[in-house]
């Protein structure tokens, strides 16, 4: 797993692109501190200013597209094809990916945070509290978020093998968009009444889109929350070494 790590991490960071989705996500994290903050006077807390400034909703897009974009490269152009060939490589791609994700979706969102928070500072913003451990779980949160996006997105490059980076910009969009969820929302309610209000109460509050719009609106995170976010992303992360360990690689 180690070398594989090193090689998406070399590959990553080698390329021009990552500094531009870097330089773009922290400009438009500045862009909306800047036209915004005299009018957030009812922000008490400094991760309501974060949900005002969308933080979340920024980077779950940009990382999970890009990242997807980035994951799927692996089996369209055959850049890591020769680093899956020992016993176990293939499975251990799946770990050295979800280890990417996560450190490039914390990262990024430690990233939006620093900026929004230096801009609203410098722009005057109204004085907020600072909760260390109320940001360390929000911080937590999101990040479980985007690794599930990004890694559920991957599975479905992996799984159409005709073009993989279409399939995972389209997975992504649709996760990270919460278009997905809309449909689901709307189609639950063309159902029987009992099966569709069961759906609307019980299946769609358990999403990644519902969690991702509970952060947004500032609701007290709750431990279900970290749990759900962990869940996906260790089955997503699962599937794909399974899916990985059985496919033919071109």
């Not at 910009?169 to 063309?190: D, K």
Request: charged letters at 10%; aromatic letters at 10%; one cysteine or more.
């Amino acid at each position: 797993m180690a070398n594989l790590f090193r090689a998406q991490w070399y590959r990553l960071f080698c390329r021009p692109s990552t500094a531009i989705l870097l330089l773009v996500m922290a400009a438009l994290a500045g862009l909306v501190a800047v036209q915004f903050t005299a009018s957030w006077t009812d922000c008490h807390t400094f991760r309501a200013v974060l949900g005002r400034a969308s933080v979340v909703e920024v980077c779950g897009p940009f990382v999970g597209l890009f990242l997807a974009a980035f994951f799927a490269d692996d089996f369209q152009q055959g850049t890591v094809r020769s680093l899956m060939v020992g016993k176990g490589s293939r499975r251990a791609w799946g770990s050295a990916a979800l280890v990417l994700a996560v450190l490039v979706a914390a990262g990024a969102l430690l990233m939006e945070a620093v900026v929004t928070g230096v801009v609203y500072g410098a722009m005057g913003g109204a004085p907020v509290a600072f909760d260390g451990r109320e940001l360390a779980l929000w911080w937590l949160t999101a990040t479980l978020l985007i690794t599930a996006f990004t890694m559920l997105a991957t599975l479905a490059a992996i799984l159409v093998p005709v073009n993989p980076p279409a399939a995972a910009i389209i997975a992504a969009t649709l996760l990270t968009s919460g278009l997905g969820f809309w449909f689901c929302q709307s189609a639950a309610l063309s159902l029987p009444s009992p099966v569709g209000a069961f759906v609307e109460q019980e299946v769609l509050p358990l999403s990644l889109t519902q969690i991702r719009l509970n952060l947004l609106n500032g609701l007290p995170i709750e431990v279900w929350w970290l749990a759900d976010g962990a869940l996906v992303t260790a089955a997503a992360t699962v599937a794909i070494m399974v899916v990985m360990a059985r496919r033919e690689l071109r």
